[in-house]
């Protein structure tokens, strides 16, 4: 069962921005070959850092605003925003392990 939030842009603030816990937020979309090869990392993490961190994916295509907020020119964009911060940022395919190290420091911060 994946723990991965699909954020709209009503409840980004509430869900990434005010989060208590680092939140891994994956900027793709349905057409991108190389989101979809990420997407089955990003749903693992969201599973394995369940209660830890958060995981949420972000359509840059019904979210042109955020998707321009934070600076995302291609997809896959992957960050992580920890007490409303940006703290780490990937653009294209990120092995699933450089992503869970990076929560594990941010959690650990």
Request: charge should be negative.
């Amino acid at each position: 069962m994946s723990h991965t939030i699909e954020i709209q842009g009503s409840n980004f603030e509430t869900e990434v921005l005010q989060s208590d816990v680092p939140v891994l937020v994956d900027f793709s979309a349905s057409w991108c070959g190389p989101c979809q090869k990420i997407a089955p990392w990003v749903h693992e993490l969201a599973g394995e850092f369940a209660g830890r961190a958060k995981v949420v994916t972000v359509d840059v295509d019904s979210n042109q605003d955020l998707a321009t907020r934070y600076g995302v020119m291609s997809v896959p964009t992957l960050m992580i925003i920890k007490g409303g911060e940006v703290v780490n940022k990937w653009i294209g395919i990120t092995s699933k392990q450089v992503m869970s190290d990076a929560l594990e420091t941010a959690i650990a911060s």
